[in-house]
């Protein structure tokens, strides 16, 4: 009598070959991977314009940022005897 | 790129086959036999020769069968609590095996059923090994290489799978 656990039935399952597309699917994920490795690029020039931000945001709040700019700006008003204060009368 | 193609070719349907016997649904064989080989592409240069090629790719065929069935076991987990929340149903949970193995003629395909639900109540070792020997055709040394296991190891592992699945008849 045939046992109902009988393991031979399995010998009837046929191989079967993997699906043509299969391929093209694996090829497709590995570019996919690919890619994605490569993204360090992407990290660099984010970092790289991140830098250049923090630099100028610095550049404008650093305190004597712009001595040079002053300097010329009080010259010319001793140059064309001018008040330095924003009094229009003299008390 | 053209060396990964032809380890494809040589062993794609290796792969696909074991995936089909091991996960029974032709989607899920398709997705974890892609994994297989992205993985095989991953770590090709890795490969030591230390076993043969076809060894090292049914070791990762293996681990890539056996992570899914983890993952696919999480999912019902969590379906079961939302459905601990969801409306009472009076009904018993059963759990027919929905095959759909092209490899299985239509007039085989309740007997392999049935035994498929039974094996798949068995320990995730003890089903690998089962389907390697009867499915695959593999020695038990060659077991032993892929599932990293002694000879007698794998034997003894063949052995309580059958009792085991004795137990689940009697």
């Known amino acids: 009598m045939k046992q109902p656990y009988d393991l031979e039935v399995l010998k009837k399952i046929q191989q079967v070959e993997a699906p043509p597309h299969l391929l093209e699917r694996v090829e497709a994920s590995i570019h996919e991977m690919e890619e994605l490795v490569s993204t360090p690029r992407i990290w660099l020039a984010a970092a790289a314009v991140l830098l250049l931000l923090l630099l100028n945001a610095w550049l404008v709040t650093a305190p004597n940022s712009h001595p040079i700019q002053e300097s010329v700006a009080s010259e010319l008003v001793e140059s064309l005897d001018m008040s330095l204060t924003n009094q229009f009368y003299s008390e | ?62 681990n890539q069968c056996l992570d899914h069935q983890k993952a696919s076991k999480r999912k019902k987990r969590f379906g079961v609590v939302r459905s601990l929340f969801a409306e009472k149903e009076d009904q018993k949970e059963v759990t027919p095996i929905e095959m759909n193995h092209p490899g299985v003629a239509l007039e085989d395909k309740e007997a392999v059923s ?57």
């Not at chain 2, 494809?8 to 649904?25: A, E, G, I, P």
């Open chain 2, 1 to 62: 790129m053209s060396a990964f193609k032809d380890i494809y070719r040589n062993h794609s349907d290796m792969v696909y086959n074991l995936c089909l016997n091991y996960l029974q649904n032709k989607e899920d064989a398709e997705d974890v036999t892609q994994l297989v080989f992205v993985k095989v592409y991953q770590q090709l240069d890795k490969f030591q020769g230390k076993s043969s090629l076809k060894t090292w790719i049914y070791r990762i065929a293996v």
């Open chain 2, 114 to 170: 049935r035994i498929f639900s039974l094996i798949n109540q068995l320990a995730p070792k003890q089903k690998i090994a089962l389907l390697l020997k009867t499915t695959e055709g593999l020695s038990g040394k060659e077991i032993g290489e892929v599932m990293n296991l002694s000879e007698k190891a794998v034997e003894s592992l063949l052995s309580r799978a059958r009792s085991n699945l004795k137990k689940m008849l009697s």
